[in-house]
């Protein structure tokens, strides 16, 4: 069964430093890949997402990610934070199964900006 | 183009109660799913409805249930509510193999 594991629960940077968030997976093949953000009491928003192809994938909100299949890593990074940027942020792993697509997701990482 | 609707946004129930939640996805998504989101737990997939039909179930008891109608709105029903039961229920839509749509979630308190 494929699983996804967020190694830091809780990670405090500065306004204005780098980020990256890290997401391994465990899964025979290349699963789809996906990274999610949720602010306090709202949904998820989705940021980007992975399926083949180029191995860095641009998304929203200044957002990058880079699949690594030799680490099995779905990283995430932001070169500048602002304070917007605080919430928790999910990483999740599709693998089709009968023709549907459900993700598992890691258990999160929870990003404190500070000013 | 609006987005996932969930309804209620906020429930108390009583323990042994049942309970119904809404979810309207986004025009044209025939897929939804739910998730039970909890800080113990994480995010656990319930179930996923594709044109009326369950198409995968996760590992919860048989208390929770779910439908999904033709206009692709789907509900979701627990019944004897434990207090273990308290979380946000999320609903999320998609189209193809694009990444899930998610709606603010219910979030439900069992008393």
């Known amino acids: 069964a494929q699983s996804v594991t967020q190694p830091d629960i809780h990670i405090t940077v500065s306004e204005g430093a780098s980020l990256e968030l890290r997401c391994n997976y465990s899964y025979g093949a290349t699963p789809y890949l996906f990274w999610y953000v949720q602010s306090p009491g709202q949904g998820l928003q989705l940021l980007l997402k992975?399926?083949?192809?180029?191995?860095l994938v641009q998304g929203i909100k200044g957002f990058e990610a880079e699949f690594k299949r030799s680490q099995s890593s779905f990283n995430l990074r932001k070169p500048s934070v602002h304070w917007s940027d605080a919430a928790e942020y999910f990483c999740a792993v599709v693998t089709p199964s009968g023709g549907s697509y459900i993700p598992t997701f890691g258990r999160g990482t929870s990003l404190i900006v500070h000013p | 183009k609006a987005g996932v609707t969930q309804t209620p946004r906020y429930l108390i129930k009583t323990r042994g109660q049942q309970v119904t939640l809404s979810c309207s996805p986004i025009s044209g998504h025939r897929s939804v799913s739910w998730y039970q989101q909890t800080p113990g737990q994480g995010l656990q997939f319930l179930f996923e409805?594709?044109?009326?039909?369950?198409?995968n179930k996760g590992n919860f008891p048989g208390r929770f249930s779910g439908r999904q109608f033709s206009n692709s709105r789907s509900e979701m029903n627990v019944s004897t509510l434990e207090l273990g039961d308290s979380a946000l229920y999320l609903c999320?839509?998609?189209?193809?193999?694009?990444?899930?749509?998610f709606g603010s979630g219910t979030r439900l308190t069992v008393v």
């Open positions: 409805y594709f044109s009326e039909t369950q198409r």
């Open positions: 992975y399926f083949s192809g180029d191995t």
């Open positions: 999320a839509s998609k189209q193809g193999q694009d990444g899930y749509t």
